[in-house]
């Protein structure tokens, strides 16, 4: 498995990922309120060209991706067929690479799964809200920061 930088060719397989992901983890979170294609167009359009995309390659096999906007990592999805292979777990610490000051995020507080990945981690959970999302669900803020 190599992690690099995604290509803007590889958008629409990035959506089609999420999107998969998004499906499989249902009901542990909600189900996504955008269409298939507003989502590829997200990709296209958002996700490129504001983003610093990663992805896991497997043998030229796409089966993970990572956003990160500063210290926040906006999207970390892995393809449902890989999950607890330790991808997730190597996308993340090449994020702690990246950003050695500190990492944020946001999980659902209903995806008790995410919640123990990033805190096994390291990761602390800092904030909580009743759905200030689109998807209108209660989430948690997590933050890392390197032990000093």
């Known amino acids: ?3 690099r930088q995604a290509l803007p ?3 629409e397989t990035l959506a089609a990922l999420w999107l ?16 298939d294609a507003d989502v590829h167009r997200w990709f296209a359009d958002v996700v490129f060209p504001s983003g610093d995309v990663w992805i896991a390659d ?26 607890g292979t330790g991808i997730g ?12 000051g500190g990492l944020k995020l946001w999980t ?16 602390v959970a800092v904030a909580r809200t009743a759905g200030d ?3 209108g669900a209660p989430d948690v803020c997590y933050e890392w920061r390197p032990a000093r």
């Open 1 to 3: 498995m190599e992690i």
């Open 9 to 11: 060719g590889e958008a």
């Open 20 to 35: 998969r992901s998004r499906a499989a983890a249902v009901p542990s979170i909600p189900p996504t309120v955008h269409t």
């Open 58 to 83: 497997s043998q030229g096999d796409v089966i993970a991706l990572m956003v990160l906007q500063a210290e926040w990592i906006d999207q970390l999805y892995v393809d449902p067929a890989s999950r």
């Open 89 to 100: 777990g190597a996308l993340l610490e090449h994020a702690m690479t990246l950003r050695p």
């Open 108 to 123: 659902f507080q209903t995806n008790r799964d995410a919640r123990r990945f990033y805190e096994g981690h390291g990761f």
């Open 133 to 135: 999302n689109e998807e």
